[in-house]
């Protein structure tokens, strides 16, 4: 069964780094998301991306981040300088292109960011 | 007013029993309502959802009950077993053709005791 996979799956890193996170969507899937998950809280969604820009962003997803699709496969997240507060489950997800169920995303397994 | 509160935060009951974990939302223009089950160490995996055009929807031994005048629905989890030990998101989305955000509630532990 097609799956989201995400890379690495632990990341650490300094505060005021860059990171990049990268995940490839379910292969025939066109909508793509970003969501963080603090420790023991929510999900919360981040942004979503579809026909090559952003179509929604929360507050939270402000100048540090961006979101890039640099080829076909790989869906990928950027934090410019990290904050402490950055430190969270990172999910990608995606959803596909059939009209009706365009809207069901599925997420990858995450990526555990810790900025010390 | 985009919020979705789910109750309880944890949840324990014994193998063969029956889980109920409730959702409330304020938004009437939320029409998507799915449940996710997260493993500790996993991603959220969608497990069954339902549009507000039906009351009940059951897929295997989980069923969503929806409650449209209340704004509530639930997910009941029937012979509860060990490997259903997982915390359960209820979400909530207003479908569009782009930028499907979904709202999470806050999650229900559940263990199933043998």
């Known amino acids: 069964e097609p799956e989201v996979t995400q890379t690495p799956s632990h990341q650490v890193t300094q505060m005021g780094q860059e990171v990049i996170l990268r995940c490839v969507p379910i292969?025939?899937?066109?909508?793509f998301y970003w969501y963080r998950q603090i420790l023991g809280q929510k999900v919360e969604f981040l942004v979503s991306?579809?026909?090559?820009?952003?179509?929604?962003k929360s507050e939270i997803f402000d100048d540090q981040f961006s979101v890039e699709r640099p080829d076909g496969s790989n869906f990928t997240l950027k934090i410019r300088s990290t904050k402490l507060e950055d430190s969270a489950m990172y999910f990608c997800?995606?959803?596909?292109?059939?009209?009706?169920?365009?809207?069901?995303?599925?997420f990858g397994p995450g990526t555990r960011l810790t900025v010390t | 007013q985009q919020q979705v509160k789910q109750s309880p935060q944890s949840l324990i009951v014994q193998k063969g029993g029956i889980s109920i974990i409730n959702c409330a939302y304020e938004?009437?223009?939320?029409?998507?309502f799915p449940w996710y089950q997260q493993f500790p160490g996993k991603g959220p995996a969608l497990l069954i959802a339902?549009?507000?055009?039906?009351s009940e929807k059951k897929e295997g031994r989980f069923t969503i009950s929806f409650n449209k005048s209340a704004k509530q629905f639930s997910l009941h989890i029937m012979d509860s077993q060990p490997g259903d030990s997982a915390t359960y998101f209820c979400?909530?989305?207003?479908?569009?053709?782009?930028?499907?955000?979904?709202?999470f509630g806050g999650g229900t532990r559940v263990l199933v005791k043998p």
């Open positions: 997800a995606s959803s596909g292109r059939v009209v009706g169920t365009h809207y069901e995303q599925y």
């Open positions: 292969s025939n899937h066109l909508y």
């Open positions: 991306f579809y026909n090559n820009e952003i179509s929604e």
């Open positions: 938004n009437t223009a939320f029409d998507y």
């Open positions: 339902i549009r507000p055009d039906v």
């Open positions: 979400a909530a989305l207003m479908i569009k053709a782009a930028g499907n955000k979904l709202t």
